[in-house]
């Protein structure tokens, strides 16, 4: 199989490059993270994250032939050749396909992604019926491997402003639960011109989310709930 | 983002990208919006002129009737049915109405076709 990835050592001083490279995958390859660690065999220089390989610490997100996604999750086959792998669009990169996701994460803590309940603590834990159990499916599984943000038009020209789809996605999920009593405030927080408004509703985000996710979908009752509020 | 950062290279090569049909509908709609912001003024000017007088009435329905001006007015005629149906689809996208994936695809589809369907009719139209 025949790739074509983006090169890029710190060190050396030179621009980035795409490197070609050939491998045979073998009995038993069937996603593109088998075939990369492969490659690691062949050429123990190129760097890219990769942990749990199967979808679920977020780590392998990258721009598989112009679409982002995870790389533990993209079968092999059907991949057109050659394939071309690149660092996630928008991001500093830091070596060949790792890139620094320090903004990223900075917008995530600034949703406050924990519960947050001023009342008394109760004697036993917090209970939920299950119809507000369900308001958090399709919310709470986001891996936050950035394959929304980094494929987000308005994320890529306001990177420092907007939170963008992931970091509204959770902020959302927060503000549907039952059992957390800052909603209010968090909506005055959203409430801005960048950190919310810049969603243009192109939908990148639920188009490339490797969980089936909808971000969009989140930024959209936030966008309700302010709505709703403001009348 | 940091100094350690801003010295580090980025991949954002839009031609390298492969967009989805939404984006590729909301790309078309700044564009859109570009071209009547240009060509509106421009409209407006000649239907102030044409009521100046009968002659210049005349005279520019004379004009506008070429073949190459019916051929022009087609980009504006595009742009105006693609920005206007974008812009509707979005409202509705906005309050929840076909926001979900399969839908939004499938309303992308339909204002891409749509625009440029109506421009050719146009096109028929000033030219027969």
Redesign the interface.
Known sequence: MKLSIYRFDPESGKPPRMQAYEVRPEAGDKKLLDLLMRLRVQDDSLSFRRSCREGVCGSDAMNINGRNGLACLTALDGLKEPLVLRPLPGFPVIRDLIVDMTQFFAHYHSIKPWLINSEPLPERERLQSPAERERLDGLYECILCACCSAFCPSYWWNPDKFIGPSGLLQAYRFIADSRDTATAERLDFLDDVYRLYRCRTIMNCTEVCPKGLSPSHAIERIRLALLRRSS | ??R???R?????NLA?????I??IA?IAHRVSGVLLFITLPVIALLLDASLRSEEVFALLRKLLSSPLCVVAATVPVWALVHHVLAGVR?LL????VG???AR?RASARVVLLAAPVVALLFLVWGLS
């Open positions: 983002m940091d350690h950062s801003r580090l290279p980025m991949f954002l390298q990208i492969r967009f989805p939404g984006a909301s979005h996208m906005d309050v929840g926001s979900e994936l939004a």
